[in-house]
Every structure is written in structure tokens, then in C-alpha cells.
């Protein structure tokens, strides 16, 4: 007989809040890309104004744990999932923020040609949201093994990252406009380096749930 029903329906809640969350994001970095990739200045509008269900949804995660805290009386593995949790959202709002920093490069864009068709970006977009399902899967399923597993990919994209910036910077020239689109697309790439980073916490934040150890997958 579960002898805290009130503290696992709670816990049920605080997960699927955060499960659609992490959902959310992943649609707004897809969403984010693609209007770059397309020029689709209506994508990207949509991108920014989804900003605000993300918020949302924080500030929904970070009521429930806080009456977790407050009125369930949680054991120590406990408040390691719900400060888990919190630390999850967290990561997942600054990632939705780099989505937006995308979408707003997008309608900067507006009018211009790309200078060259996305092709690494893409990649690393692709990537960095494979990361991130996993990582939210490592979190539900409390499985160290699918969270360490983000190391190899953060990698890839490291990988990824080093051979955007040599051919974008390799492209640049005595062209105003052509360097400023460059110089953009290099943020871009940064943007998605650093979703891939906070999605490794997110790893790192499951590992230590798990096994209250400390693990850094940025090495």
C-alpha cells in the first residue's frame, strides 16, 4: 500500500509538466532552425511568442516544487528528484531562449538570400535535439546510462560547432552585408553549441538524482 499518495500524485504532476515542457522546447529549437533555413520570418515570429508558454511552464514547475517541499515532507532521494526537476526546467527555459535568439536572427534576415544554403547548422540542430529527448527520457526512466551516453554526442556537435566556424569565417571578406550574415550565422551555431551544453546538464543533473554523485559530461 503506497503509505504517500498525496507526495506520488504530485510527483506524476511535476513530471508530465516537465515532460511537456521539455516538448515544447524541442518543437522551438526544430521550428527555430528551420525558419532560418527556409527564411520563413512567420516561423520564426511564432518561435518568439511561444516564449511565454515556456515561462509558464516554469513557473508552474517551480510552484510544484516548492509545495513538494513545503507540505509532502520529502526524504533525501526525494529532494534530489525535485531539485532535479527544477534544475531540468531551468535549463530547458535558457535553451528555448536560444531558440528565440535564432528566430530573431531569422527576421533580421528578412528581405536577404542566404549566402550559402544551411548545411552543418542543421546537423547540429538535429543533434542537439536528439540530446535533449534523451536527456528527458534519462529523467523519467532514472537511467544513468542514457544520461552519460550525452558526452559522446556533445562531442558530435563540438565537432560540428569547430567546422562552422572555419568555413563561415573562411568565407568572410571585404563585404559589409556578406560579413554581418556570417557573422550571425556563427552566433547561430554558438546558440546551438550551448543548447547541446545545458542539455548535458540536464545529464549530469539525472546522474546525480540516481546516484548522488557528481558527474561532468563537459569534459
Known amino acids: ?8 500524485l504530485s510527483l506524476a ?9 521539455g516538448e515544447s522546447v524541442e ?9 532560418l533555413a527556409k527564411l520563413d520570418e512567420k516561423a520564426a515570429q511564432q518561435v518568439i511568442q511561444k516564449d511565454d508558454l515556456i515561462d509558464d511552464y516554469l513557473m508552474t514547475i517551480d510552484e510544484l516544487c516548492l509545495r513538494l517541499i513545503a507540505l509532502q515532507q520529502p526524504m533525501a532521494s526525494d529532494l534530489r528528484i525535485i ?15 536560444h531558440a528565440v535568439d535564432i528566430a530573431k536572427i531569422t527576421i533580421r534576415f528578412a528581405g536577404e538570400e542566404l549566402v550559402k544554403p544551411l548545411e552543418v547548422i542543421p546537423q ?3 543533434i542537439a535535439i536528439e540530446m535533449l529527448h534523451e536527456s528527458l527520457l534519462s529523467y523519467t526512466e532514472r537511467d ?6 550525452l558526452a559522446e554526442k556533445d562531442d558530435r556537435v563540438d565537432k560540428l560547432y569547430s567546422t562552422v566556424m572555419q568555413e563561415l569565417m573562411g568565407m568572410m571578406g571585404t563585404d559589409y552585408h556578406r560579413n ?3 557573422t550571425h550565422l556563427l552566433f547561430v551555431a554558438h546558440f546551438l553549441e550551448r543548447v547541446a551544453d545545458h ?7 539525472v546522474i546525480y538524482m540516481v546516484t548522488g554523485k557528481r558527474k561532468d559530461l563537459n569534459v
Open 1 to 8: 500500500m503506497d503509505a504517500r499518495p498525496g507526495f506520488h
Open 13 to 21: 504532476l511535476l513530471q508530465k509538466e516537465l515532460q511537456q515542457m
Open 27 to 35: 518543437d522551438l529549437i526544430y521550428t527555430s532552425v528551420e525558419s
Open 83 to 97: 531539485g532535479t526537476a527544477l534544475k531540468i526546467a531551468t535549463d530547458l527555459e535558457r535553451i528555448a531562449d
Open 124 to 126: 547540429m540542430a538535429e
Open 144 to 149: 544513468v546510462h542514457r544520461a552519460a551516453s
Open 180 to 182: 554581418r550574415q556570417l
Open 199 to 205: 542539455t548535458t546538464n540536464i545529464g549530469e543533473g
